[in-house]
């Protein structure tokens, strides 16, 4: 899915008024429509207290017109304008007028005002600013936004939680509200995802308001959101005539006295996510507990016992994972910067091996063609150097990606895949990932879909997926402190063939008998 920005999905709205022929109101009122049916539904005209603060530009407009439809269907509720500015934008008015046929009276407040008694149990449903945010709101409407998110209500926000910018990160944190729920227009937006952003949104929704569908196939965006429709046309579906040799030979490389753990995770994600077979480089300290652990795996040792000091082998891999539990001592960075000269096929980069990149940026140069860095963000940092606030990572991130010809990983909640100027947004994944060795297995998995023909954006995207969607089936079994890395790995199964999983029909209604 598609993740526009504001002015892109302004001129989707001209774009769909113009060609369809109707007026921008009527959009307004697609839009109060949806949240009105979406509210309804779950409700069904119960009487529950319901508090519209609605802003003066199209974001209130929306809220104006939601309020036009609860009082057709019955509903307790009463509407606040939050005056912030004289300049009202056209639909506003013209649902304000509308809602005074009606003989409903907003309260209008200012910045004097004293705001509205509010119960727990009711209902706030947030239309103070939408998109069009374009400067700080004023202290009262802070103090108002303070005020909402204290009642401990239920908030429900439309299109944007107010105060959340599209395209930049808040400058006063207080200033925002935070949505229990976003209904957003056509598309969700970047800053749901961010960390700095993303805790505004509890849970959020699309609702189809009918853009016009060319313009937005056609409209190129900075960056999606990958979900299952996503995924599944990446997938390769598995050959009857096939071999071990149709899906690739994996080499994972990594591994210290005391991290051989690391590899054992890496290696066996690896296999647990197709590849045909998996040979492990490790330091000689780690053949025994590879080889009892992972009966699967083939074995190659350095000479050295405890780190790794030379990386030389007689097979030629599909892809290469290096990093997994390697340190950094000396002799393993003159072993692994050995290794980019000679290397040049496809090669994942995690843990210290990106460290020794950050290390010795000269090394960089020498990165194969579309390497993929899977960098958690500390590792990033090390990487691209400190950034201010969350666009500014991205597009540093995304510089890097062009200057070396890198697929990056930013791993976190809703890990962003970067490459060729666009962020891939994951949908999957759980806060029980935060636990040691799920990077391990993230780098793992990549590998695995790397050696059976996918290539690195592809591979990258998928596999961030479906270690998330692992661990998202793995807790619902384990919950989310028990979740350890080896569970991520025992559920790529269930992840894959959720894959193949036909979404239930909806059932007809059943018609009311008389
Ligand atoms: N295609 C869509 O997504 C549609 C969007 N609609 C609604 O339109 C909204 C955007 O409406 P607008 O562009 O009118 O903008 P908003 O309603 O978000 O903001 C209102 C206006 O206030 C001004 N403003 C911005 N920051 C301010 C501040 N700190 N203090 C005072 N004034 C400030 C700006 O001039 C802005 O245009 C969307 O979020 C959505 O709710 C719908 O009505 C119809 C279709
Ligand atoms: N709160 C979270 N929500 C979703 N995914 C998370 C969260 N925290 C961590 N993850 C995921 O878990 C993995 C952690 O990787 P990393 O920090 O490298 O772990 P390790 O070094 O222990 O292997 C990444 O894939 C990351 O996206
Ligand atoms: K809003």
């Known amino acids: 899915m598609k993740i526009f920005s504001a002015s892109q ?66 509903y307790n509720f009463e509407v606040f304008v939050v005056n912030y500015s004289d300049k009202r934008s056209k639909d506003f008015l013209l649902n304000l007028e509308r809602l005074k046929d009606r003989k409903v009276w ?10 509205p008694e509010i119960g727990k149990d009711d209902i706030i449903v947030d239309a103070i600013f939408g998109i069009g945010l374009n400067r700080t709101p004023d202290t009262w409407v802070v103090n108002l936004m303070q005020y909402l998110n204290n009642t401990g209500t239920f908030i429900l926000s439309v299109d944007i939680p107010s105060g959340l910018y599209v395209n930049t990160i808040p400058e006063n944190p207080e200033g925002v509200v935070e949505a229990d729920y976003v209904l957003s227009f056509q598309a969700p937006k970047l800053v749901f995802f961010l960390p700095q952003t993303g805790n505004y949104v509890k849970q959020w929704e699309i609702l189809d308001i009918g853009l016009d569908a060319e313009y937005l196939t056609n409209t190129k965006t900075d960056y999606e959101f990958i979900g299952k429709n996503e995924v599944l046309p990446i997938y390769i579906p598995r050959e009857k005539f096939s071999h071990k040799g149709t899906y690739g030979h994996s080499l994972i490389i990594g591994g210290s006295y005391g991290k051989v753990g690391a590899v054992i995770l890496a290696s066996k994600s690896c296999l647990y996510s197709g590849s045909g077979l998996v040979t492990a480089y490790v330091p000689k300290c780690g053949c025994l507990p590879l080889q009892t652990s ?59 091996a990106l460290n020794l990149l950050s290390e010795n940026k000269k090394l960089l140069k020498k990165l194969p063609a579309r390497s993929i860095l899977t960098p958690h963000p500390k590792e990033l940092e090390r990487l691209i150097g400190p950034w201010k ?23 976190g909640a809703h890990t962003i895949v970067v490459y060729d100027g666009v962020g891939y947004v994951n949908s999957t994944g759980n806060p029980g990932m935060a636990t040691a060795g799920s990077g391990d297995v993230l780098a793992g998995m990549i590998t695995g879909l790397v050696a059976q023909g996918y290539e690195p954006l592809q591979a990258s995207v998928f596999g961030v997926y479906l270690h998330g969607k692992a661990a998202d089936i793995a807790i619902e079994k384990c919950g989310y402190q028990s979740l350890v890395a080896t569970k991520i790995v025992e559920h790529f199964g269930e992840a894959f063939m959720s894959l193949l999983e036909v979404p239930e029909m909806p059932q007809p209604e059943s018609v009311e008998e008389n």
């Open 389 to 411: 606030d969350d666009f500014e990572k991205l597009e540093k991130t995304k510089k890097f990606s062009e200057q070396y010809d890198c697929v990056l990983v930013i791993k």
């Open 9 to 74: 999905i302004y001129e989707a709205d001209k774009y769909t008024v113009e060609k369809q022929g109707i007026s921008s109101d009527e959009l307004m009122e697609r839009a109060a429509v949806q949240i009105f049916n979406w509210m309804h539904l779950r409700m069904q005209g119960a009487p529950v207290k319901i508090h519209l603060f609605c802003g003066i530009g199209n974001n209130g407009g929306d809220g104006i017109a939601l309020a036009r439809h609860l009082q057709e269907h019955g």
């Open 106 to 115: 907003p309260t209008f407040l200012n910045s004097d005002s004293e705001f």
């Open 294 to 352: 992972l009966p699967e795996a083939m074995v190659l040792t350095d000479e050295n016992e405890d780190i790794l000091s030379g990386i030389s082998y007689d097979m030629v891999p599909t892809v290469v994972g290096i990093g997994m539990g390697m340190e950094k001592k000396e002799a393993t960075s003159k072993a692994f910067s050995d290794f980019l000269n000679k290397y040049k096929g496809n090669l994942v980069v995690d843990a210290d």
